[in-house]
């Protein structure tokens, strides 16, 4: 049981991970794209904004896969000096502070989609997109963050010593 | 004096969970909710997600993640064998020999990577055991390696030099251009350091062994030629103004892709490892980006950036003090932190003092990346050491020991950028002529 959990999260990540992967490439392509039509003299409303908009969506989508990847810098100057139970304890402490922190972050951001959402907000860019709908993958991204780092913090706590 | 004692506790409490290794990003978005809570009563979380959003999906940032992919693709082709296959020839009749080849070859990747560890990665993957088995004597070899390496972080694209563009809101195209001389003229300094070393230790030096003729060298040199091509097409796009550095970094991607795909080297596997591999850190670097501008705005309510600011005024430093005094401050950061870290901790608290005494803040930001590139070759934490101890099966400390000398021409490169500001200054001005 515990088991497939485990599995089907460490899918969860790594999809996320793909799908910021993806978002990465609609940044280049939108780009050039956006070069394209300046050669061409072609003009397509608000490309830089949603270049920006695949940013935000790859940078949030790939949270979760860069936390179990080690990917995040952290200072392990100290860490590096403890071993058996003190580190436990203080893995436990950084994962802990670390859970919370994401859970207030993915907290704020579904607030912010919400309201953006109810009050149909457009972007005041030159796409004047419905900004509930780049604003939903930021959410998304920071939710599964939030699962990882506290999928971590489960788990430290469930390891003898 | 409460708001002194908040201050202080506040930035104890940053320090804390930096020290205590909560990870840089959200020890920043952490601190600053509760710094926020206790300077003011407006809504925190709320302010947060507006903030963090704003950065996150601007447009100038787009430049970061294109340019990390750029050096993730070629440092997945054959690059690493053809520089040194291609400067050996040409650097071998100089005294001190294939010594150079880390410099300029660091020099050369430098211009297709942002970050210095990949520098050194890329360039010592073939140097060291080559000139290992030359019998070149290891401490000018690594430390040479570990000294240029930091090239990554000054000549353009660079990482930092971007973050730091986002985070003060100065034109990253004008940056990158700035970093040019001063990166070159670090080069030569290095060069000039090995020629001497070389001459004074001369019994310890190798013979030359190979002979080449002129024909032989260009045709030894040939696999550099796209990649030189593609250096000059994306840093002279942006110098001519003819595209932004978010164009010309796509630009680069594209040329990347080309040119590994003619030499063979892309696969479907290498394809999605540079993609992913370019994923992690641009994610990585925009994360700790957003907490820096959580930070600023929480920073802003202490009012300590501003204070401090007036204080520095009112002591009427020598703007040479006040360099000096974050030379300082930055190197003894740097022992601790990984630069980008460092930079975007700071940059809330020195910003306003920087425009207060009236820097300039390109050559700001020329000065503060040679600054914290020396700290990539400092103990106890820096990322050059940490690269090649791995590379060379040698423990850090005969490694800093050994790049030691490199770190002291960098101070006196920091000396002549400070006493002559126009190494940095002439390229960008001379571009702003050209483009109007």
New interface residues.
């Given amino acids: 049981m515990l088991k497939s959990i485990n599995k089907n999260l460490n899918k969860l990540y790594k999809f996320s ?1 793909y799908v ?2 993806i978002f ?2 609609l ?2 392509v939108f ?2 794209i ?2 394209c039509s300046r050669i061409f003299g072609f003009y397509i409303r608000g490309l ?2 949603y ?6 969506s ?3 989508f ?2 979760a ?2 936390f179990v ?1 080690d ?9 590096e000096r403890l071993s058996g139970l003190k580190k436990k304890v ?2 436990i ?2 994962l802990g ?2 859970s ?3 859970g ?2 993915a ?3 579904v ?2 989609l919400i309201i953006s959402y109810k009050f149909q907000e457009r972007s005041e860019g030159a796409d004047e997109i419905l900004i509930w709908i ?2 939903s993958s ?1 959410a998304i991204g920071s939710i599964i963050f939030f699962i990882s780092v506290l999928h971590h913090f489960i788990l430290i706590n469930k390891k003898t010593k | 004096m409460t708001e002194i004692l908040l201050t202080i506790f506040f930035i104890s409490v940053l320090l804390f969970f930096l020290g205590s290794g909560i990870w840089v990003a959200l020890s920043m978005i952490g601190v600053s909710a509760i710094g926020m809570m206790l300077f003011t009563s407006r809504p925190v979380g709320d302010a947060m997600a507006t903030t963090i959003w704003g950065t996150s999906s601007s447009w100038t940032l787009t430049a970061l993640p294109l340019f990390v992919w750029m050096g993730e693709i070629l440092f997945r082709t054959k690059l690493s064998e053809n520089l040194f296959k291609g400067l050996s020839p040409w650097m071998q009749k100089l005294p001190g020999g294939l010594i150079h080849v880390n410099i300029v070859g660091c020099a050369l990747f430098a211009a297709i990577s942002g970050s210095s560890a990949a520098t050194v990665a890329t360039v010592g993957k073939m140097s060291i055991p080559e000139l290992r088995k030359r019998k070149y004597p290891e401490k000018i070899l690594l430390g040479s390696l570990a000294g240029s390496g930091t090239l990554g972080l000054l000549i353009p694209p660079s990482i930092i030099l971007i973050i730091y563009g986002v985070a003060v809101q100065e034109s990253i195209a004008k940056l990158f251009i700035a970093g040019i001389i001063p990166g070159i003229m670090i080069a030569l300094i290095f060069m000039s350091y090995v020629i001497i070393w070389s001459l004074i230790n001369k019994k310890t030096m190798p013979k030359i062994l190979e002979e080449y003729s002129f024909i032989d060298k260009i045709k030894r040199s040939k696999q550099l030629l796209p990649v030189i091509i593609l250096i000059v097409a994306v840093i002279g796009s942006i110098y001519t103004g003819i595209a932004t550095a978010t164009e010309a970094a796509s630009l680069g991607v594209l040329g990347a892709l080309i040119l590994s795909y003619f030499q063979k080297s892309l696969t479907v596997e290498t394809f999605k490892s540079s993609l992913l591999g370019a994923t992690k850190t641009s994610c990585m670097i925009a994360f700790i980006l957003a907490g820096s501008t959580f930070l600023s705005l929480a920073m802003g309510f202490t009012g300590l950036p501003r204070n401090l600011a007036l204080w520095i005024q009112n002591m009427e430093l020598s703007p040479y003090v006040l360099i000096f005094v974050l030379m300082i401050f930055y190197i003894i950061l740097g022992m601790f932190l990984d630069g980008i870290s460092a930079v975007v901790l700071t940059m809330a608290i020195i910003e306003p003092m920087i425009r207060q005494a009236g820097f300039d803040m390109i050559w700001f930001g020329i000065f503060l990346v040679i600054v914290v590139e020396m700290a990539q070759i400092t103990p106890p934490v820096g990322f050059n050491l940490f690269v090649l101890q791995g590379m060379a099966n040698k423990d850090m400390g005969y490694i800093a020991k050994s790049a030691f000398p490199l770190f002291l021409l960098m101070v006196l490169a920091v000396i002549l950028v400070v006493i002559f500001p126009e190494i940095a200054l002439w390229m960008p001005e001379q571009m702003i002529k050209n483009i109007n």
């Fill in positions: 991970g910021a992967a990465l490439i940044v280049a780009i050039l956006g070069i830089a904004e270049s920006g908009y695949c940013m935000a790859a940078s949030f790939a949270l896969y860069t990847e990917g995040h810098i952290r200072i392990t100057l100290f860490l203080v893995e402490w950084c502070v670390a919370f922190f994401s207030y972050l907290f704020y951001f607030k912010m780049p604003q930021v």
